[in-house]
């Protein structure tokens, strides 16, 4: 898919330039399809594991579990101190094992079963209020379970797409992670497309360009709208513009 005319647009509102970030990106990167990429359970009990570890990492912590006590029951039942040997490739398995297991208890009370197919049903204020009531289950996993599985118009912000809104001026320099989910959700249609597209275009330039350290801002095809990019290096020309990274699709990246 080819990129849209770039021009600079530094002045630009936050809410519009919220919008210029996703026509841009959903260019860049093309369409991500919707569709749950993996069961809600999964998607819920990997996002808790993910926290500060790699991919990697996460889905090994996750298949060792599931290989060491076979299903969610056996894991509830397990020692936790053995639940946290089999998921000790993440950042705190001590912390995780218990939380893990007192998720999957309330999982049970509250459905009956090991299931969260029920939240497709409930209201999205209710299903984030009762996600987030669990341990270890903030906004950002509670809204890529409603988000990814059951399609509510929620906002997954992560520690990417926090740094890209900062360093664009879509939110202010002292806006939190937390705080920064109603603030670019208020800036967004509150549809659930727009809203899949524009987290994980967000997160794949926070991975791959717009990192932590170093960013490579001359390939980021966002530099005429980012506020980081005119402060480090002057008003985009139209050579810059044009210097973009090569594109990239969804299927290539996770």
């Known amino acids: 898919m080819p990129l849209p005319a770039l021009t600079t647009a530094y002045d630009l509102a936050p809410a519009a330039k919220t919008l210029e970030d996703h026509r841009i990106l959903h260019a860049f990167y093309g369409p991500v399809p919707a569709g749950q990429r993996r069961t809600p359970m999964r998607e819920l009990i990997s996002t808790v594991l993910s926290h500060r570890t790699t991919h990697r990492d996460e889905e090994l912590a996750y298949d060792r579990m599931l290989e060491a006590f076979g299903d969610w029951q056996g894991v509830v039942d397990a020692p936790t101190a053995e639940l946290a040997h089999a998921i000790r490739t993440t950042r705190w398995p001590d912390t995780q094992a218990p939380r893990i297991q007192e998720i999957l208890r309330r999982i049970k009370a509250e459905f009956g079963e090991y299931s969260l197919d029920a939240l497709a049903d409930w209201p999205m204020e209710r299903g984030l209020a009762w996600l987030t009531g669990m341990p270890g289950i903030g906004l950002k996993t509670a809204s890529l379970v409603l988000l990814f599985n059951f399609q509510k118009p929620v906002l997954p912000v992560d520690t990417h797409v926090h740094r890209v809104a900062q360093r664009l001026g879509l939110i202010g320099p002292k806006v939190s992670v937390e705080k920064a989910h109603e603030v670019l959700l208020a800036q967004l249609p509150p549809d659930a497309e727009v809203l899949l597209n524009f987290h994980k275009h967000n997160y794949w330039l926070g991975q791959h360009i717009c990192f932590f350290s170093k ?32 594109e990239w699709t969804g299927e290539k990246l996770h």
Do not use: I, R
Request: include cysteine; charged fraction near 10%; charge should be negative.
């Open 215 to 246: 960013p490579n801002c001359p390939a980021c095809p966002l530099k005429g709208l980012c506020n980081y990019y005119l402060e480090h290096y002057g008003p985009a020309t139209a050579a810059d513009l044009a210097a973009v990274a090569p």
